[in-house]
């Protein structure tokens, strides 16, 4: 499905993607979103630490975890943060993660567990997202830190500063990053070659309904 009908151009939930690698405010008239990819990262929401013997990829979520994913999905279906396909990490909270999220969407995306999520530093990721297939514009990738973070720092090379900066300074659970690219394909994406769009946290979204 492409991207056009997914992301309404000049709507506020929706800011215009960068045209060109050197290009990252476009006007939304000049975006030819068929060129684009989007890569939503998502860290797992806060798991249970009680388990006594539990592995730690066997980990369930807490009853923090538990209210805000639903929280992090509901902002993403009104925002039209929609997802062609999902990669999610074989761990039992990042699993619980994504399944309290999806319940926002009408449709959920089709759902691969990769285990190369698990435990693994941002080159690992990032191979795993440049195997993604043309077709899929916007991926949301469900994993651990501090693997995602670690991949956010390398990817980034724009977007808004203050959000750049609480992105490297913490990564919280279930925190949520969009990064645009101007390219084609995934095997294309390469560091600091994304834009920043937004860096969501449960908590703003708390204190934004308080």
């Known amino acids: 499905m492409a991207i056009a009908t997914k992301i309404r151009a000049g709507s506020p939930a929706a800011r215009p993607w960068p045209h060109a690698a050197g290009m990252l405010d476009s006007p939304a008239a000049e975006i030819d979103f068929l060129a684009m990819r989007?890569?939503?990262l998502l860290r797992h929401a806060k798991s249970d630490w009680t388990g006594i013997g539990l592995k730690d990829q066997d980990r369930a979520l807490a009853s923090r975890?538990?209210?805000s994913a639903p929280l992090i999905g509901a902002y993403m279906a009104h925002h039209a943060l929609i997802p062609d396909?999902?990669?999610?990490?074989?761990a039992t909270r990042a699993r619980d993660t994504w399944g309290l999220v999806a319940e926002a969407f009408r449709k959920p995306a089709p759902v691969v567990y990769e285990e190369r999520l698990y435990e693994t530093g941002p080159k690992a990721i990032l191979e795993a997202i440049r195997s993604t297939k043309r077709d899929v514009h916007v991926l949301l990738v469900v994993g651990h830190n501090p693997g995602l973070r670690d991949?956010?720092?390398l990817l980034i090379a724009s977007g808004d500063v203050d959000a750049r900066q609480r992105l490297l300074e913490k990564f919280p659970t279930a925190g949520l990053a969009v990064i645009d690219f101007p390219v084609d394909d995934w095997g294309k994406l390469h560091p600091k070659s994304g834009r920043l769009d937004r860096f969501v946290a449960p908590r703003q979204l708390d204190l934004a309904t308080d």
Do not use: K, P
Not at 85 to 90: A, F, I, N
């Open 38 to 40: 989007r890569l939503i």
């Open 65 to 67: 975890g538990r209210d």
């Open 85 to 90: 396909l999902v990669l999610v990490s074989t």
């Open 151 to 153: 991949l956010a720092e």
